[in-house]
T-cell receptor, first 113, second 112 residues
Framework: AAGVIQSPRHLIKEKRETATLKCYPI?????VYWYQQGPGQDPQFLIS???????DKGSIPDRFSAQQFSDYHSELNMSSLELGDSALYFC????????????FGPGTRLTVL | DAKTTQPNSMESNEEEPVHLPCNHS???????IHWYRQLPSQGPEYVIH???SNVNNRMASLAIAEDRKSSTLILHRATLRDAAVYYC?????????????FGKGTKLSVIP
């Protein structure tokens, strides 16, 4: 079965650079979530989209922005990167139904040097 | 902030049942309890969810207390592959979407 695809899987950037993470949800899934998981930490909700519209914001820094495109893929744009942005970034997708399970991707590991 | 409380870690012998407890004393009447697990170096994986009554699926069982202030995830026969961090999550209906707020989770170790 198709799963959530994230690219790239690994990314190394310097401080103050920008990064773009991509997420391709499972076909027919209409909701995308982004999470950040720092080293030794638990996943923290960043932002979500439903039918290409932002539906909720969590602890997402102002330096970050995200959008969902017409083909339902989503991109997380991160600017002025800081050392503390080094983390695993997970994308999850869900189909309809408010309580339906979220399917998580394998994550993108971002390292900021 | 996460509203659930779980033990930091638990151990189980392989092939034995495992009962993972969770307290969610402030849960509202309409919020579901969700369980996800995260294997090392992987994204979280759905396990089970429920509202009031006990739930079963191919992975586990979820026993929810009558007052809904606590629940227990039951793995009927632990395998080495079940070693993971298990998150008990109180679903939250935010302004626009249904959110999962991950807490600290329970790290389950399975002993061969």
């Amino acid at each position: 079965a198709a799963g959530v695809i994230q690219s790239p899987r690994h990314l190394i950037k310097e401080k103050r650079e920008t990064a773009t993470l991509k997420c391709y949800p499972i076909p027919r899934h209409d909701t995308v979530y982004w999470y950040q998981q720092g080293p030794g930490q638990d996943p923290q909700f960043l932002i979500s989209f439903y039918e290409k519209m932002q539906s909720d914001k969590g602890s997402i820094p102002d330096r970050f922005s995200a959008q969902q495109f017409s083909d339902y893929h989503s991109e997380l744009n991160m600017s002025s990167l800081e050392l503390g942005d080094s983390a695993l970034y997970f994308c999850a997708s869900k189909m309809g139904g408010i309580y339906n399970e979220q399917f998580f991707g394998p994550g993108t590991r971002l390292t900021v040097l | 902030d996460a509203k659930t409380t779980q033990p930091n870690s638990m151990e189980s012998n392989e092939e034995e049942p495992v009962h993972l407890p969770c307290n969610h004393s402030t849960i509202s009447g309409t919020d579901y309890i969700h369980w996800y697990r995260q294997l090392p170096s992987q994204g979280p994986e759905y396990v089970i969810h429920g509202l009031t009554s006990n739930v079963n699926n191919r992975m586990a069982s979820l026993a929810i207390a009558e007052d809904r202030k606590s629940s227990t995830l039951i793995l009927h026969r632990a395998t080495l592959r079940d070693a993971a961090v298990y998150y008990c999550i109180e679903g939250y209906s935010g302004a626009g979407s249904y959110q999962l707020t991950f807490g600290k989770g329970t790290k389950l170790s399975v002993i061969p």
